[in-house]
């Protein structure tokens, strides 16, 4: 069964700098889409950045220009760098791989998340 694991999360003060790596154990899940989602206490979760098969990137106007996305889905690896981070970015981040089953179903993958922390 693949698991995606997350690393890189930790405590960091406003201004400073993380990046955060996810990676398949076992197999890789040939991803047509990979992304990071963040979830803060009380709110719902949200997308911060995705990255397609074909290179394309998106990401929440909350983080244009503080966050970059890159990796590899055919190797179910992505990282995000994060810099610049504000309080406001405390969350726990989650690694998301979805790959194509049908033409209108996706098979989802998550990680268990690590936390990002940003003291003021």
């Known amino acids: 069964q693949v698991q995606l694991v997350e690393s890189g999360g930790g405590l960091v003060q406003a201004g400073g700098s993380l990046r955060l790596s996810c990676a398949a154990s076992g197999s890789s899940v040939s991803a047509n889409v990979m992304a990071w989602y963040r979830q803060a206490p009380g709110k719902q979760r949200e997308l911060v950045a995705s990255?397609?098969?074909?290179?394309?990137?998106n990401y929440a106007d909350s983080v244009k220009g503080r966050f970059t996305i890159s990796g590899e889905t055919a190797k179910s690896t992505l990282y995000l760098q994060m810099n610049s981070l504000k309080p406001e970015d405390t969350a726990v981040y989650y690694c998301?791989?979805?790959?194509?089953?049908?033409?209108?179903?996706?098979?989802?993958?998550w990680g268990q998340g690590t936390q990002v922390t940003v003291s003021s």
């Open positions: 990255l397609t098969s074909e290179g394309k990137t």
């Open positions: 998301n791989a979805a790959r194509q089953i049908s033409s209108m179903t996706f098979r989802n993958y």
